[in-house]
């Protein structure tokens, strides 16, 4: 056996340190939390949406999809967690990539079909 310990190899330098992490999220509010990955969920639906300078290089409806609904759920699940002063201004964003997802898309969801729209209900435009 080797006499040097598993803090000695050159893995746990670059190893992250999960207790400062720990820390470090713990102090966090929670709203904090939902609200930055809401606006992270938004910033990647705008990207596969096509709506960043680079436009049409990033575009997936696709994958455009699955975020604007896993950003509705988020947003239908924690409304009575966070403020309105949180809500709304999300729940805006997430009605405006509603839009322009229908906008971009070729084919057009049935209203009440689109994504995100079982949480928020059908969104026309």
Do not use: C, W
Request: proline residues 6%; hydrophobic residues 40%; aromatic residues 4%.
């Amino acid at each position: 056996m080797s006499e040097t310990s598993p803090s000695d190899t050159p893995e746990a330098a670059d190893s992250p340190d999960f207790d400062a992490m720990a820390r470090d999220i713990a102090e966090v509010p929670a709203v904090e939390v939902i609200v930055t990955v809401a606006v992270n969920l938004m910033s990647a639906a705008a990207v596969k949406l096509g709506l960043t300078e680079e436009g049409e290089a990033h575009k997936d409806l696709d994958e455009a999809r699955k975020l604007v609904h896993a950003l509705a759920g988020l947003l239908d699940a924690s409304t009575t967690e966070i403020s309105s002063f949180h809500a709304a201004p999300l729940r805006d964003g997430l009605k405006s990539l509603q839009l322009a997802f229908r906008e971009a898309s070729l084919v057009k969801d049935e209203p009440g079909q689109g994504p995100g729209e079982k949480y928020t209900g059908a969104v026309y435009g």
